[in-house]
């Protein structure tokens, strides 16, 4: 099929590599502008464009699909069906109408739970036993289009959003070929009207760790804000960023370190800190952090 590819970070890496080696033919391909990143703030592309390029297609990156330019030129690719995978902009109703067959998005999440910006994110921190990826035919509403395919995994007790994040992005790219091997066959199925939550855009300030909150929250925290933004405590004014736990037996006054491998007591029950990271280091597995930062039993966080 001749298509229109939209999307930005990572996870839409995978999806656009296996549609080029599906052999279809991708007209064009839709990304975010570079935007400065790194020590010298120099502009980086997103890492769609960079495997774009790298595949010798077309990349686009306008601010804007707003106005009757950009839509006239979306237009005149005259695809048969746009992918969209975490692009970043909102489509008007003039770019899903363009493409004979509209628009479909890989979704993060077995909706219409955590329709929005951070399935993924969201699906740990509340505890959810399972997640999954969705083929959408997108419709004007927030995540609210039917849904074509759909597939589940279980959430790992000890996995984090990076964790689920490759899988996902994996299990989007095989829905997404299929999707388009069998697009005559499938019936787009109208989401249920029960069910419906929504994966706010994590805020920085939800990622201070609270010790007095239950042992089970904190570690879902942990692994749900892990790699990015990374929930973090402040200890002698040094900020440390856990990005792995799991839990653990102990009990004492919440925020205190029980023992020499970093449980540490929360208002009900203990954690385990297993990943961490103090600013301007990289991330070190507990025993390796302990020879740089020590942190003794009955330490106060």
Request: hydrophobic share 40%; net charge neutral; charged share 20%.
């Amino acid at each position: 099929m001749r298509l229109i590819f939209m999307g930005t970070p990572d996870f839409s890496v995978g999806p656009l590599d296996a549609l080029h080696a599906a052999g279809h033919d991708i007209a064009c391909v839709y990304t975010q502008p570079p935007r400065p990143a790194g020590r010298g703030k120099k502009d980086r592309p997103s890492p769609v464009q960079a495997r774009a390029e790298a595949l010798g297609l077309e990349v686009r990156h306008p601010v804007s699909l707003r106005n009757e330019a950009a839509q006239a030129e979306f237009a005149s690719l005259n695809a048969d069906i746009a992918v969209v995978v975490a692009y970043g902009l909102i489509l008007p109703q003039p770019i899903l109408d363009a493409p004979t067959h509209g628009c479909l998005n890989i979704h993060a999440s077995l909706l219409p739970r955590w329709r929005g910006a951070a399935p993924i994110h969201r699906a740990i921190m509340a505890g959810d036993a399972k997640t999954g990826v969705c083929i959408m035919q997108m419709e004007a509403g927030l995540d609210t289009g039917p849904v074509l395919l759909r597939d589940s995994t279980p959430i790992g007790a000890t996995e984090t959003t990076a964790d689920l994040h490759d899988r996902l992005s994996d299990m989007g790219a095989r829905l997404i070929v299929e999707a388009l091997t069998h697009l005559s066959d499938l019936t787009p199925k109208p989401q249920p009207q029960e069910g419906v939550t929504y994966a706010q855009k994590i805020d920085k300030a939800e990622a201070a760790i609270d010790w007095s909150r239950d042992a089970a929250e904190v570690d879902r925290l942990i692994r749900g804000l892990s790699p990015f933004p990374g929930a973090w405590f402040d200890h002698a004014g040094t900020r440390v960023k856990v990005l792995g736990s799991e839990l653990a037996q102990g009990t004492g006054p919440a925020g205190t370190i029980l023992d020499d491998a970093l449980t540490v007591a929360c208002g009900t029950g203990a954690v385990r800190l297993t990943r961490l990271q103090r600013a301007g280091k990289g991330a070190q597995d507990a025993d390796v952090f302990l020879r740089g930062l020590p942190l003794p039993k009955g330490t106060q966080l």
